[in-house]
């Protein structure tokens, strides 16, 4: 390293250090701190819970919209109401459980489901009574004023837990008096190692007990028809090792009374049903490329082991077949989501298992929507399944500018933003953020948005003393060294638009990732024009011309950085001790290029990004693997990187506090410099863009058979 650039570099830090520490004492004067951040697609995400007849051919009159048309509703389960779960229901709601009189003879359906309100999941029971079965794709809401909407599940444990806002909640069903289901309310305690667990939930009481043994994670857990065994998806203690696509789980069996008797049954598997007490399906991706259902036949005697499970392929090649469901003894046909060549969405079929065919339904009602995670009625007579309601149910939802997340403390408001790399302005009355292509900048009540530069760009970065003044990276995404990213400066109150940008780096060798010290005088980003991603420093009014240190050395990549804004360190994401391999650390330095440390590690191989300090200097917020992943990514629609939550850390390594929980993508947070209250704030009163979100990209690759090599 050059080190006497950085002695004069230091000289000229040193007043910047004096009159930072004043300008920070108060920076939430209300108290308390907000948080935002961004998840890839999420906004767009109208699921609802629709229905269709397994006997009769499926049409846009039989397909019943079953949940509430507003919240975020998926992953559903038909349960075989027991007393525990009809007592949960008010006595004025009793009407609903006997059949239709003799001009409506349906049934009330009863639905257990996942649901997204406040920004996080929880587990519903719905009850509801279809009086018009004749409608036209009207959903039971709208055919009867009567419905039952409760929750099963307190926040006891997340509070007894500590989180800072409510577990993730998954994969629910019903074994009589308990539900069973997936929850992160418990800590792993190990880096790169997923919270998500199997528990057991009495109804009348909600007591809890744990099913997954301590140190493993459970996923996709189902029932045996007699509710006696549970099987999961597990990658047992061996654990999770970064997989982003079709996982190499197995699956194992256990005793749904106390989680006892467990056994791995299949090597590689995911997405487990029961047929009989003896009969698995699961999916996982075929020797031949194909990500196909098979069937594992348990012996009814003897030891049970991987070597006494009979294992058969049921899907054919020739289409991806996955996230099978069954209906108990239902030997004539499964359900199963598909992607077929040439098709650029997931629909539900039935596959006939006797005449190995299969019999679309999805697609010749809504061929062109996404529907997903089916699972069938206990006679089997009817499969459900979440598809976004977009225009379909005539009640668009609003898109969301930020989306409130209920935290269990009333110092923390967190919010999910509708973009990429949010920054505030140092008064905090502005919100620059990308959409890639497009800078954006709006006031924190959703209040004029403007695009204030039309190309690709990524991060941004608000001067902390020149008004007005956004830094960003003018290029492309994760682009190698010589690619041409420079960076820009954005005057965004610019009267003549034609002269608000400057560009401040000229030899285009990706350079990245701006931000400024505290005094406006220098930016720290990242450069590869030696080759290799290293941080450097610039002259912020003049850019590189005016000055450029090279703060960071090395055959490896440095990059994501920011400035503290007591001045005193910057902190960025490095691969320095395995580079090349796609792992990324968290390191702090002094802006003269001492102090070198590292302040947070996700195990080993893990991802740990986007670090932005708290308004005090005294905390770091970041996204990473940290707590592994929560479900199986090809249970949701399309994640790069379906294990990013958000966190906290003091910079003394203290205090690791885990801000999200679900199975998406959060990432780029920002930390606000002031309070902001937590509630939704509407960008626009109708969803136009709702549904806009792609499948599992690597659900497109459709493998074709050349002998014995298979190519994609």
Not at 684 to 712: A, E, Q, V
């Amino acid at each position: 390293m050059n080190i006497t650039p950085l002695i004069f570099l230091a000289s000229l830090l040193l007043p910047l250090h004096a009159s930072s520490a004043e300008e920070h004492q108060n920076p939430n004067p209300n108290g308390g701190d907000t948080i935002v951040f961004t998840t890839l697609g999420r906004s767009r995400y109208e699921f609802d819970i629709y229905s269709l007849s397994t006997s009769h051919p499926p049409s846009i009159s039989g397909e019943i919209r079953i949940t509430d048309g507003e919240s975020v509703n998926f992953n559903g389960y038909f349960p075989s109401p027991s007393p525990a779960l009809i007592s949960l229901l008010p006595d004025e709601s009793s009407t609903l459980i006997q059949p239709g009189d003799e001009n409506d003879s349906s049934p009330p359906l009863h639905l257990i489901y996942v649901t997204e309100r406040n920004g996080t999941s929880s587990i519903y029971y719905d009850l509801l009574h279809n009086s018009d079965s004749k409608s036209k794709r009207r959903s039971v809401l709208e055919t009867t004023p009567s419905r039952v909407q409760i929750p099963l599940l307190s926040k006891a444990d997340d509070h007894r837990s500590g989180n800072t806002v409510n577990s993730f909640k998954d994969k629910p069903s019903l074994n009589g008096e308990f539900l069973v289901y997936v929850s992160t309310h418990e800590n792993s305690h190990e880096p790169r190692s997923s919270w998500t667990a199997v528990y057991s939930t009495e109804l009348r009481t909600g007591l809890t007990r744990r099913l997954t043994p301590s140190g493993i994670a459970d996923f996709s857990p189902a029932l045996s028809p007699s509710g006696n065994m549970t099987a999961v998806a597990s990658y047992g203690e061996r654990g999770w090792t970064g997989e982003v696509e079709e996982l190499s789980t197995d699956i194992y069996v256990f005793s749904t009374r106390d989680g006892t008797r467990r056994v791995k049954v299949v090597e590689h598997g995911g997405w487990p049903c029961w047929i009989d007490e003896t009969t698995l399906f699961f999916h996982r991706r075929s020797d031949d490329g194909w990500i196909s259902v098979f069937r594992a036949i348990l012996p009814e005697s003897g030891a049970l082991s991987i070597e006494s499970v009979n294992v058969q392929r049921v899907t054919p090649p020739g289409v991806h077949a996955f996230t099978p469901a069954t209906s108990p003894n239902n030997y004539n046909f499964i359900a199963v989501a598909t992607r077929r060549p040439g098709s650029d969405y997931r629909h539900v079929e039935l596959f006939d298992l006797k005449r190995r065919e299969f019999t679309e339904l999805t697609r010749l009602v809504a061929p062109e929507s996404h529907h997903l995670n089916p699972f069938l009625s206990p006679d089997g007579t009817r499969v459900g399944y979440h598809s976004c309601r977009g225009q379909a149910s005539g009640r668009r939802s609003p898109l969301l500018f930020l989306e409130n997340i209920q935290t269990t403390t009333s110092d923390l408001s967190l919010f999910r933003i509708d973009g990429s790399f949010p920054s505030f302005s140092p008064a905090g009355d502005r919100i620059a953020y990308v959409r890639m292509p497009g800078v954006y900048v709006v006031n924190p009540d959703g209040s004029g948005r403007r695009e204030v530069y039309d190309g690709m760009a990524f991060s941004t970065a608000w001067d902390p003393v020149r008004p007005g003044r956004v830094y960003t990276s003018s290029g492309p995404t994760f682009a190698t060294v010589r690619t041409e990213v420079d960076i820009i400066s954005i005057d965004v109150d610019a009267v003549d638009k034609s002269n608000s940008v400057r560009r401040l780096t000229t030899n285009g060798k990706n350079n990245a990732f701006p931000w400024p010290s505290p005094d406006g005088k220098l930016i720290v980003f990242r450069s590869g024009r030696s080759g290799h991603k290293n941080l450097y420093l610039m002259d912020a009014e003049r850019g590189e011309s005016g000055g450029l240190w090279k703060l960071t050395e090395g055959a490896w990549t440095d990059t994501m950085c920011s400035w503290s804004p007591d001045g005193e360190w910057i902190a960025f994401a490095s691969d320095r001790e395995s580079p090349g391999s796609g792992s990324f650390e968290m390191f702090l330095i002094h802006p003269n290029g001492t102090g070198l440390r590292k302040l947070i590690q996700s195990g080993t191989g893990g991802r740990t990004n986007h670090p932005i300090f708290s308004p005090d200097s005294k905390s770091i917020v970041f996204t990473s693997d940290y707590a592994g992943i929560s479900a199986e990514p090809i249970s949701n629609p399309h994640h790069y990187q379906p294990y990013g939550d958000i966190f906290t850390v003091k910079l003394d390594g203290s205090n690791l506090r885990r801000l999200t929980h679900n199975s998406y993508e959060d990432g780029t947070p920002a930390w606000a410099p002031r309070f902001i209250s937590p509630s939704d704030v509407v960008l626009r009163r109708k969803n136009d863009s709702s549904c806009s979100f792609d499948d599992c990209h690597w659900l497109n690759k459709n493998p074709t058979l050349k002998g014995s090599k298979i190519s994609c």
